[in-house]
């Protein structure tokens, strides 16, 4: 078929090992409606992972549409270096009204590993340039297993090995913690008797090197690429205390888990904590275009502004940064939040998809189940008592996921984890469309071993 010879003669994909996409047969998707995605000979598939965690109320959403048109009737494209315009002045303030409190300026950019670069280059600058500066403030704290994007310096913060130690040469240094991981913690303690020892990992260097640390970067509530690993409850509000109580910045990177994924608006609402600078991009624009954003304090953009004739510019903005189209959907994106009630729909469906996870857990393969709303992993262990886990060379993540398809659902595995990202607008009958055909895929899978 043309279109597939093309894509294999010249097309190279991200995140993919291309030997085995040479060898398999492409699945070439033409269209969506509402959840589903259609390939070109018109069979139909759940999107059961929102197009890579962004698809908020859905494909083709009729007011998510009439917004970019809209927009494109006015200007598709302008830029923020010099200029300004009604969409990107609207976000950001509607930004700051839903965020966290304390976080006033938004700065934007086009994609969840720039809206990390620009946290840690504010954080970086922010401690040299403020009225008393603290210049030996240069290093950051990342969790070992973090995933915070693909480029330099978001690779620097990251730790899954497969992504990041093949470019590590290229990495700046940093300092490292063990990771809220209780099916498998990394300090082989079990709560609730740990204490949340890892959390006291941190306080441990902190108070070793606080001179030195200028932010301490999580995903909070649940990790996500590093294979949706769910943090214990009072985890994101112990390292808050512990991050103002050594004077280092807080940043939070709700790329995956903002916009109403997990059943808060943002996750580190659920425990009340406002970071220094908050990470935000997929869900932000419903899964239409690229956009992202940098969100952070009074005090920081302080750093920023300084007297008259002094030069203290953020040196960062690239040419689509706040593009008019991204920012006018993003609005409608938002609107839609409240006319919908999509928080109280996500609570509502992430309750009656516990319901149907529930009856995955006793199937064979299945290890640990770990939810947050509507971000779900699925850990496929070779054997359940030890939880030990299967090599990776035996793709036991894609050997389910690839089967999902045969049945008319797409996911898209993070190793031996099943990811569940489906959009928020899904329905309880599309929930149990998904568990169903789990409950079917997964114990063939086991028989096939
Ligand atoms: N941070 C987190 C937590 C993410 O999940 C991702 C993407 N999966 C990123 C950053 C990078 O986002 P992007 O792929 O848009 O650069």
């Excluded at 999107?47 to 962004?54: I, P, Y």
């Excluded at 953009?301 to 690239?318: D, I, M, N, S, V």
């Excluded at 850990?379 to 090599?391: K, W």
Aim: hydrophobic share 40%.
């Amino acid at each position: 078929m043309r279109l597939e010879a093309l894509d294999k003669a010249h097309l190279w994909h991200p995140f993919t090992q291309m030997q085995g996409w040479q060898a398999t047969r492409p699945l070439i998707i033409e269209r969506a409606e509402g959840c589903y995605l259609y390939d070109l000979e018109g069979r139909r598939y759940l999107d059961g992972v929102s197009s890579l965690w962004v698809t908020t109320h859905g494909h083709r959403t009729p007011e998510l549409d009439a917004a970019i048109r809209h927009q494109l009737d006015k200007v598709a494209h302008t830029t923020l270096l010099g200029l300004t315009h009604p969409p990107a002045i609207e976000l950001a303030a509607r930004l700051v009204q839903l965020a966290p409190s304390g976080l006033t300026r938004v700065f934007y950019s086009d994609s969840g590993s720039t809206a990390v670069e620009v946290a840690i280059k504010m954080a970086f600058q922010y401690w040299r340039q403020r009225s008393d500066p603290r210049p030996r403030k240069t290093k950051f704290i990342h969790l070992r297993e973090s995933y915070h994007g693909d480029t330099v310096g978001a690779v620097s913060v990251g730790g899954i090995a497969l992504f990041h130690d093949l470019y590590r040469p290229l990495l700046f240094e940093t300092l490292t913690v063990p990771e809220p991981h209780c099916y498998r913690c990394p300090l082989k303690l079990e709560r609730p008797g740990c204490g949340m020892a890892c959390a006291e990992e941190l306080g441990r260097i902190l108070s070793e090197h606080a001179d030195e640390i200028a932010a301490v970067i999580i995903e909070p509530v649940m990790m996500g690429a590093a294979g949706m690993l769910a943090q214990p409850d009072g985890y994101v509000r112990r390292v808050r205390e512990l991050c103002t109580a050594y004077d280092v910045l807080l940043i939070c990177d709700e790329v995956a888990t903002g916009f109403g994924r997990t059943g808060w608006m943002f996750a580190c609402e659920a425990e009340g904590v406002a970071p220094d600078l908050l990470c935000v991009a997929k869900g932000l624009t419903g899964g239409y275009l690229p956009l992202a954003a940098t969100l952070t304090t009074e005090a920081i953009y302080a750093a920023f502004l300084g007297e008259a004739g002094e030069f203290k510019t953020f040196f960062h903005g690239h040419t689509y940064t706040g593009n008019p189209l991204a920012c006018a959907v993003a609005l409608a994106n938002l609107d839609l939040f409240e006319q919908n009630r999509t928080l109280d729909h996500v609570r509502t469906v992430a309750n009656h998809l516990a319901l149907r996870l529930e009856e995955l857990r006793t199937l064979p393969l299945v290890g640990d189940i770990r939810q947050r709303g509507l971000m779900v992993g699925i850990e496929l262990v070779a054997d359940r008592a030890a939880r030990t886990p299967f090599p990776p060379d035996q793709l036991m993540g894609y050997r389910v996921t690839n089967r999902c398809r045969d049945y008319g659902v797409i996911l898209r595995p993070l190793g031996n984890v099943v990811v569940l990202m489906p959009p928020l607008a899904i329905s309880t009958a599309q929930i149990d469309e998904l568990a169903d055909v789990l409950k079917t895929v997964i114990p063939e899978v086991a028989q096939s071993l």
